[in-house]
């Protein structure tokens, strides 16, 4: 089993930056990868940004060249440095991580409201 826990969320203006933390614990060597989603109100759950074992990263197109995915692995945090913050930003951001014998992100954090203000 692997917990998810993030956190970073809050209110910021248009231009502005955030960065999401999920801490991850339990069996946290049987990750394969783990993703940012995001949910706004209406919309379907998005994949914005993922990491995999190996360190290699993708991003949903409307991201790319704001936002960032990184990770620390001592921490077994995975960071979403979001920059030049849009009202269209605005969501409830989730951790997931995908298991070893999955292939489909299986474990889902309990999200961090980002609002962006125009």
């Known amino acids: 089993q692997v917990q998810l826990v993030e956190s970073g969320g809050g209110n910021v203006q248009a231009g502005g930056s955030l960065r999401l933390s999920c801490l991850a614990s339990g069996s946290t060597n049987l990750i394969t990868a783990t993703g940012w989603y995001r949910q706004a109100p209406g919309k379907q759950r998005e994949l914005v940004a993922a990491?995999?074992?190996?360190?290699?990263?993708s991003y949903t197109d409307s991201v790319k060249g704001r936002f960032t995915i990184s990770r620390d692995n001592a921490k077994n945090t995975v960071y979403l440095e979001m920059n030049s913050l849009k009202p269209e930003d605005t969501a409830v951001y989730y951790c997931a991580a995908r298991h070893v014998t999955a292939n489909r992100y299986t474990y889902w954090g309990q999200g961090t409201q980002v609002t962006v203000s125009s």
């Open positions: 990491i995999n074992r190996s360190g290699s990263t």
